[in-house]
T-cell receptor
Framework: SQQGEEDPQALSIQEGENATMNCSYK?????LQWYRQNSGRGLVHLIL?????REKHSGRLRVTLDTSKKSSSLLITASRAADTASYFC?????????FGAGTRLTVKP | EAGVAQSPRYKIIEKRQSVAFWCNPI?????LYWYQQILGQGPKLLIQ????????DSQLPKDRFSAERLKGVDSTLKIQPAKLEDSAVYLC?????????????FGAGTRLSVL
């Protein structure tokens, strides 16, 4: 069964705009990871945030984690056409990682 | 560093036929995973190996799916016999340690079409 659920399912924005995706989960976690998947390719790791962290940055990516609400958000600033992909959150619970269904992001040039 | 290698990239078979997928993880990675990703969904873990032992195969349909990891390196996933609902992308991933505590590196996947 899937642990994380991403919201929205699909997001379409113009190049240069910011994109925000959310992830909610059900059980306590040790950490949460975000992955990107371009069409027809495997997943690529973006960022890992531990349960005792609240915010993490990596380049144009900003991830927040609110363990009290069991939710996380991924913000991509100044989006580019190359950011067009599906984004998945993955949570671990007892050494068992689960992926959500993903958010399909389209960035129009 | 070489990534996770998978073959074949595409496979088309008829239902009730057998099929096998191969995965070569990143050198030195102890943990290997097989995922099934149906179109429009996230990856679903089928089986996880730690070295050459099975850690989790709770979501593997064992009546038709089997997997092995020889000598703790390469792995094969087999489906016999295939059903229409097995049409999906099969992803292999590896990590240095274990899930959640470590980053998973994914191969490009094998796209299976069952007709």
């Amino acid at each position: 069964s899937q642990q994380g659920e991403e919201d929205p399912q699909a997001l379409s924005i113009q190049e240069g705009e910011n994109a925000t995706m959310n992830c909610s989960y059900k059980t306590s976690i040790n950490n949460l990871q975000w992955y990107r998947q371009n069409s027809g390719r495997g997943l690529v790791h973006l960022i890992l945030i531990r349960s005792n962290e609240r915010e993490k940055h990596s380049g144009r990516l900003r991830v927040t984690l609110d363990t009290s609400k069991k939710s996380s958000s991924l913000l991509i600033t100044a989006s580019r056409a190359a950011d067009t992909a599906s984004y998945f959150c993955a949570t671990d619970a007892s050494d068992d990682m689960r992926f959500g269904a993903g958010t399909r992001l389209t960035v129009k040039p | 560093e070489a990534g996770v290698a998978q073959s074949p990239r595409y496979k088309i078979i008829e239902k009730r036929q057998s099929v096998a997928f191969w995965c070569n993880p990143i050198s030195g990675h102890a943990t290997l995973y097989w995922y099934q990703q149906i179109l429009g969904q996230g990856p679903k873990l089928l089986i996880q190996f730690q070295n050459n032992g099975v850690v989790d195969d709770s979501q593997l349909p064992k009546d038709r799916f089997s997997a092995e990891r020889l000598k703790g390196v390469d792995s094969t996933l087999k489906i016999q016999p295939a059903k229409l609902e097995d049409s999906a992308v099969y992803l292999c991933a590896s990590s240095l340690v274990g899930p959640g505590r470590d980053i998973q590196y994914f191969g490009a996947g094998t796209r299976l079409s069952v007709l």
